[in-house]
T-cell receptor, first 111, second 116 residues
Framework: DGGITQSPKYLFRKEGQNVTLSCEQNLNHDAMYWYRQDPGQGLRLIYYSQIVNDFQKGDIAEGYSVSREKKESFPLTVTSAQKNPTAFYLCASSAGRVAQYFGPGTRLTVL | AQSVTQLDSHVSVSEGTPVLLRCNYSSSYSPSLFWYVQHPNKGLQLLLKYTSAATLVKGINGFEAEFKKSETSFHLTKPSAHMSDAAEYFC??????????????FGDGTTLTVKP
């Protein structure tokens, strides 16, 4: 089955630690995205990548980093510089500028 | 520039009655519009999309939406609610004149509750 996988589903982090969230897609989509979702709010764009080895900051990139070494993979690192990292993180992909397809999400909690 | 406003943060209906979730948008160019559904602790699933073809768009699970340019609206409807429709719904706008693939704007969401 084609789709987007995110791992882990739940992640706990101590303050001051960096953590990396995985996102893999087998849809052969060029574009990939990372969003953050907080309770009662819509999605906010963190980073996106339109092609391998290229990515751009979204609206809330501070404290996050990404890489796009392979078309199918777009990992997100939440660094210790992110002041309020507890949230639900969603990865998405799209073929060009059409609708985005989303992964199941990773819930990150800082202890 | 683009924006989207979901006019109701919560909607409650009885099972078997119609559903109406309202969405207004603004866009500098011809917009693409989408509705997504999110069940608790899940990713978003695409319900339907408008990309300049027919203004009445039919989606999955019996949902449909009508693009009304004069009213800048894209309301989501369903004739008869089912218990499984209870979820969060997001309206999304993307400027088709914008070549930047990352520039979709999400509404804040509408929580749909379905009462037995």
């Amino acid at each position: 089955d084609g789709g987007i996988t995110q791992s882990p589903k739940y992640l706990f982090r101590k303050e001051g630690q960096n953590v990396t969230l995985s996102c893999e897609q087998n849809l052969n989509h060029d574009a990939m995205y990372w969003y953050r979702q907080d309770p009662g709010q819509g999605l906010r764009l963190i980073y996106y990548s339109q092609i391998v080895n290229d990515f751009q900051k979204g609206d809330i990139a501070e404290g996050y980093s990404v890489s796009r070494e392979k078309k199918e993979s777009f990992p997100l690192t939440v660094t210790s510089a992110q002041k309020n990292p507890t949230a639900f993180y969603l990865c998405a992909s799209s073929a060009g500028r059409v609708a985005q397809y989303f992964g199941p999400g990773t819930r990150l909690t800082v202890l | 520039a683009q924006s989207v406003t979901q006019l109701d943060s919560h909607v409650s209906v009885s099972e078997g009655t119609p559903v109406l979730l309202r969405c207004n948008y603004s866009s500098s160019y011809s917009p693409s519009l989408f509705w997504y559904v999110q069940h608790p602790n899940k990713g978003l699933q695409l319900l339907l999309k408008y990309t300049s073809a027919a203004t009445l768009v039919k989606g999955i699970n019996g949902f449909e939406a009508e693009f009304k340019k004069s009213e800048t609206s894209f309301h989501l409807t369903k004739p008869s609610a089912h218990m499984s429709d209870a979820a969060e719904y997001f309206c999304v706008v993307s400027d088709r004149g914008d070549t930047n693939a990352g520039k979709s704007t999400f509404g804040d969401g509408t929580t749909l509750t379905v009462k037995p």
